[in-house]
Every structure is written in C-alpha cells, then in structure tokens.
C-alpha cells in the first residue's frame, strides 16, 4: 500500500511541475488544469492583451485568491 501512495505521489509532482513550468514558459493555464494550490513561494499576476501586468494578484501566500481561466495570461513571481 504504502508503494502505491509513494507513486501516485510521483505522479501527482510530477503533474503539478509540468503544470508549473508550463506557465512560467508560456505564461498561461494548461487547459482542464486543476491546480489545487500555487507554491508558498509565488505570486500568480494577471497579464493584459499588450503584455502588461495589469496587478490583479490572482494567487498568493500558497492560496488562490480566484482561479484563472484556461489559457488566462499570468506571470509568476518568486518571493
């Protein structure tokens, strides 16, 4: 038992991860994503149409705050 929960775990980290990078390459959702949680460590913005940061801060402290659309412009911030 304990083997399966070690490897859903993988699984599940190795998900979230591509996820993750996905948005900070091309700065979007995946779609039918469902991110439950963005690390402690980020703060998600919204981006405009022009590529500005208009600083709606849709994710931080660990929490969603909303959740953005799929394929929704958003760029990550380490803190």
Do not use: F
Request: hydrophobic share 35%; proline share 5%.
């Amino acid at each position: 038992m304990l083997n399966m929960c070690e490897k859903v775990k993988a699984r599940q980290k190795d998900y979230y991860q591509k996820v993750v990078d996905e948005m900070a390459r091309t700065g979007t959702m995946p779609p039918n994503c469902d991110l439950q949680l963005p690390k402690k460590s980020m703060i998600v913005l919204v981006m405009t149409d022009d590529d500005n940061i208009n600083g709606e801060v849709i994710a931080k402290d660990g929490r969603w705050l909303r959740l953005p659309s799929d394929r929704e412009k958003v760029i990550i911030r380490y803190i």
